[in-house]
């Protein structure tokens, strides 16, 4: 099976402006979830979508914001972006079904720089 | 509330010899475990997982784990060290919400 691909890998945005970033589950894989990667915060989670529903959302400004459609993909767009939201984006996807849904394998990640 | 921590930022073991990778963490309920490596501008790769039975639980790339509950750790552990360990660890413990909640990260240095 292919893995969780994410598009595109690498972003330069400006102050101001906004972003979408998409990510392709694993074939099967109904829960999609995206994490902020930085050096500082570490690894954070954004929030979680389950057929095409947000079923968890930490805690981030309304400026993240996310969607699943019904073939699973899902994209993140953020808003107004700041210097701050530079870091790695990565989505990871879960097959949700019994014990197997504890795991979450990881995309490669989208690199987003601001400036 | 869940948690997870990382004592180590960096470990640094010679080639051939064994490594551990520390990890205690803080749950209400059952805990769901889990090791994560990251490479280089690369994403999450899923290592190995404890989620019920024997506590030494075995993953990817010869790394086992060894689950305890008196102590809540989960000791990431490679008898042999290779160049090629060299990464970025990760535990995580599964929320009650579905989200993975993460360690701050140990970095691994294998010396030839």
């Known amino acids: 099976k292919a893995g969780v691909t994410q598009t595109p890998r690498y972003l330069i945005k400006t102050r101001g402006q906004q972003v979408t970033l998409s990510c392709s589950p694993i074939s099967g894989h109904r829960s999609v979830s995206w994490y902020q990667q930085t050096p500082g915060q570490g690894l954070q989670f954004l929030f979680e979508?389950?057929?095409?529903?947000?079923?968890n959302k930490g805690n981030f400004p309304g400026r993240f914001s996310g969607r699943q459609f019904s073939n699973s993909r899902s994209e993140m767009n953020v808003s107004t972006l700041e210097l701050g939201d530079s870091a790695l984006y990565l989505c990871?996807?879960?097959?949700?079904?019994?014990?197997?849904?504890?795991?979450?394998?990881f995309g490669p990640g989208t690199r987003l720089t601001v400036t | 509330a869940q948690s997870v921590a990382q004592p180590e930022d960096q470990v640094n073991v010679a080639e051939g010899n064994p490594l551990t990778v520390k990890c205690t963490y803080s749950v209400s309920g059952n805990p769901y475990l889990f090791w994560y490596v990251q490479y280089p501008n690369r994403g999450l790769q899923f290592l190995l997982k404890y989620i019920t039975g024997d506590n030494l639980v075995k993953g990817s790339y010869g790394f086992e784990a060894e689950f305890n509950k008196s102590q809540t750790s989960f000791h990431l552990k490679k008898p042999s060290a290779l160049v090629s360990d060299s990464a970025l660890y990760f535990c995580?413990?599964?929320?009650?919400?579905?989200?993975?909640?993460f360690g701050s990260g140990t970095r691994l240095l294998v010396r030839p």
């Open positions: 979508y389950f057929s095409e529903t947000q079923r």
């Open positions: 990871a996807s879960s097959l949700a079904q019994g014990l197997s849904s504890y795991e979450q394998y």
């Open positions: 995580a413990v599964r929320h009650s919400s579905y989200k993975l909640i």
